[in-house]
């Protein structure tokens, strides 16, 4: 391997393969011939050839599997840019013969998810940016379609679910979220509950009232109930009725959003055994 080569798969960065070669492709993926002296259109495409160092690993087991079943053909996927240049890395996947699986699968492949055309780090930034800027500038951004984009953020919300600790639900916050005049909805509020200790919405519902709070109860176990120590909502009097109306719940303190969940807390804590929490703040 050349130097510039050996640069080139440091800065691709992916374990146990190596860049192998690279062409640039017009956006409409026809090859460009060129010389390295010749002019590259700053949208011209990257494509980066590349080859595994050592054996396949078993996607199933994570075992090493040094015989190969068969080479598929090659694939592309979309990967970070580089300067103004779209990048795709091009390889042809192998499926491996695992010995302890009894199985030939595709074998694993440490820079995308299986069936996913983009990299992991490709998806991630998308996502993010999907989060903080409309998708039609995210679409226009990275030439993608809106259903691309939307494809892209569940696999990458998918992936974070798999490989966060579970974070257990003890302050919920429960809310309505005005969707305006505009649009055809028959209703014009949607319900929106939350882990007021982590700022995450945890459930929505297109429906505000008692029936969809209840709605999101039911899918609790006794178990999780237990752990609830607190509900924090607006004035909404059927998303307090919801909480009352639970047996398991009795225990909570419930409190008006405006409130400091903390200060309910504690004022429940020094009438254990009451439900002053909910007596004083819910009525
Ligand atoms: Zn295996």
Known sequence: MGQLQRFVSQVLGVQRFKCAGWFWCRVDGVMLLTRSDLFVPPDAALVLRLERVGPGYCPGCGLACRKTHETLEPRQWRDL????????????????????CKSTPVEWLPWADPHRR?????????????????????????????????GIELQALARWERSRTEVPLRMVGIDEKYLGRRGAWPERYVTIISNLETGEPIWTSPVRGEASVQQWLDTLSPEQKAGIKLF??????????????????????????HQKPTTCAQEKSTRPGTRIGIAMCCG
Request: glycine share 2%; net charge positive.
């Open 81 to 100: 840019s580089w300067g103004t240049h779209p990048v795709f890395l091009q390889y042809a996947p192998r499926r491996v013969k695992c010995p302890r």
């Open 232 to 257: 924090a909502s607006d004035m909404h009097a059927p998303f307090q009725a919801a909480v009352k109306a639970d047996p398991e719940l009795a225990h909570t303190v419930c409190c008006a959003a």
């Open 118 to 150: 983009e990299t992991v780090r490709f998806q991630q930034v998308v996502a993010l940016e999907a989060a903080s800027m409309p998708v039609s500038h995210v679409a226009a951004k990275y030439s993608l379609i809106w259903d691309g984009i939307q």
